[in-house]
């Protein structure tokens, strides 16, 4: 069974930094592509940031130069640096592994193995 744990959320100011982190149980992080997505209020669940078995990275057109993603095969984790936050970053965060649209722009498919979730808020 897989599982999911999210963290390092928070709220922080226009410009600040976060680093989340998902640690996973049930799969092998090193076996695939994982993703971190999120959701905003009212809006649909869209992918943020990518990184395959190789540790080749892609990111969506509104994260790209802002986020880093990386990852710990010894630690099956997988975590989200975020700089230069904004307002609009602002969402509940979800890794998850990925099944397909590993190498696109943020069109990732993933069956839907979610965790609960990180909170991040970004204030102007």
């Known amino acids: 069974q897989v599982q999911l744990v999210e963290s390092g959320g928070g709220s922080v100011q226009s410009g600040g930094s976060l680093t989340l982190s998902c640690v996973g149980s049930g799969f092998t992080y090193s076996s695939g592509c994982m993703g971190w997505f999120r959701q905003a209020p009212g809006k649909e669940r869209e992918g943020v940031a990518a990184i395959d078995n190789y540790g080749r990275t892609t990111y969506a057109v509104s994260v790209k130069g802002r986020f880093t993603i990386s990852q710990d095969n010894a630690k099956n984790a997988v975590y989200l640096q975020m700089n230069s936050l904004r307002p609009e970053d602002t969402g509940m965060y979800y890794c998850?592994?990925?099944?397909?649209?590993?190498?696109?722009?943020?069109?990732?498919?993933?069956?839907?193995?979610w965790g609960q979730g990180t909170q991040v808020t970004v204030s102007s």
């Open positions: 998850a592994p990925v099944q397909e649209g590993c190498y696109s722009d943020g069109d990732y498919y993933t069956d839907g193995d």
